[in-house]
């Protein structure tokens, strides 16, 4: 299994690596046949691995931080979490760049997170974004 994981995550896209994996001998099924969600959400799922939680430490951090771990639903988010291992998707991450965009007076866009989806790389973007509207870099 760890050998498709490394397999997968050098042939996609970060933000294309699922966050979750299982392996099953088959599918579990409704008794009409059709694959059963439920069954499947009740399954205990491995998670990705992911890299040991660091703290943030500016201001932009612990702000992203805090937005993560609320749209999430995360107890602890460090600035090297992956927005998408922690279970985000397409809406979230909508929500998230309207909020970003809010209360950091920025202008990013969805496809911004999909390129710096950890706090650390979505840090350095909001804050080299501010910069340049404040000396008016267009």
Same mark, same amino acid.
């Given at each position: ?11 996609? *896209?970060?933000?294309?690596? !699922? ?5 099953? /001998?088959?599918? !579990? ?19 990705? !691995? ?5 703290? *943030?430490?500016? $201001?932009? $951090? ?9 749209? =999430? ?9 992956? +927005?998408?291992?922690? &279970? ?7 929500? =998230?760049?309207?909020?970003?965009? %809010? ?6 866009? #969805? #496809?911004?997170? +999909? %390129? /710096? ?8 973007? #909001? $804050?080299?974004?501010? #910069?340049?509207? %404040?000396? &008016?870099? +267009?």
């Amino acid at each position: 299994v760890a050998d498709i994981w490394q397999g997968v995550k050098t042939m996609l *896209p970060r933000y294309m690596v !699922p966050s979750q994996y299982a392996v099953l /001998n088959a599918l !579990p099924l409704t008794a009409n046949g059709k694959r059963d969600h439920k069954a499947l959400a009740e399954l205990g799922l491995d998670a990705a !691995p992911s890299d040991a939680y660091k703290a *943030p430490e500016t $201001e932009t $951090e612990i702000k992203l931080c805090e937005l993560w771990q609320s749209l =999430l639903q995360q107890e602890r988010v460090g600035i090297n979490s992956n +927005f998408f291992e922690l &279970g985000g998707h397409s809406l979230l991450a909508m929500q =998230l760049i309207t909020t970003v965009n %809010e209360q950091f007076s920025v202008e990013l866009q #969805v #496809v911004d997170l +999909f %390129e /710096n989806n950890t706090v650390e790389l979505l840090s350095s973007l #909001v $804050e080299s974004e501010s #910069v340049e509207e %404040e000396i &008016g870099w +267009f």
